[in-house]
């Protein structure tokens, strides 16, 4: 049994690769809250999540943050380094118990060089990430706060089960988190969900944050993006 099974980055792997590659990599457990990498670290290695979730973030020296993303079971992040040397460019924090798989950056090259597969794995979801960063970034330039909330939670929802033409947030979120992400203060983002509810477009429920008129926050999104362009 290699290191690389159930993780679906290396699916297609060649056997003798994951058992040469495999005694290369370790695996390291990280309690709740515990910093995994920090902003200009030098280490290089790619980290595959086995269990649990990370929030990678960009922090300022003054202590401003702003969530890049939450990732679970599957995700993997550090690539970046493993292909450029180049030190660390977020902050990754343990949001529960995790646990993860370390591949060193000359055992993740070879992998992805000699799998067409994995390479192209790799290279569809580098581009997947660039056109998010790129939306993320086109939202920051043009939208007011209240239109980056509408667009953030609708990135969050999923569909409810159960309640067709509604989306919801859950675990629901918290607000100094939703400012983190998309560059605000809590306060403002508390008075904009109760806007929110008090318009009809969401409704705090046990376990999550549900969005009532998703289509509406859709529409409202894509009003103001062609309004500035």
Do not use: W
């Amino acid at each position: 049994m290699s290191v690389f099974d159930g993780i679906p980055f290396f699916a297609g792997l060649d056997p003798s690769y994951g058992e040469t590659f495999g005694r290369q990599c370790i695996r390291k457990r990280f309690s709740e809250g515990e910093l995994v990498l920090d902003f200009d670290d030098p280490s290089t290695d790619v980290y595959f999540i086995v269990s649990g979730d990370v929030r990678v973030l960009i922090r300022t020296a003054a202590g401003k943050e702003m969530i890049l993303g939450d990732f679970g079971p599957g995700k993997f992040f550090g690539e970046m380094a493993a292909i450029d040397g180049a030190n660390r460019s977020a902050n990754v924090t343990a949001l529960t118990n995790a646990e993860v798989l370390l591949v060193p950056p000359t055992a993740f090259r070879e992998i992805v060089l000699h799998s067409p597969e994995i390479a192209e794995r790799l290279l569809r979801l580098l581009t997947s990430r660039v056109r998010e960063l790129n939306v993320r970034l086109f939202e920051r330039s043009v939208l007011d706060l209240r239109h980056r909330l509408y667009a953030e939670l609708l990135r969050m929802a999923s569909p409810r089960k159960g309640h067709e033409g509604q989306s919801i947030v859950s675990p629901p979120p918290f607000q100094h988190d939703l400012a983190a992400r998309i560059g605000c203060r809590r306060e403002q983002v508390s008075r904009e969900l109760g806007a929110m509810t008090e318009e009809g477009l969401a409704e705090k429920v046990r376990g999550g944050l549900v969005l009532l008129r998703p289509g509406v926050l859709e529409k409202r999104v894509r009003d103001a993006m062609n309004a500035a362009e």
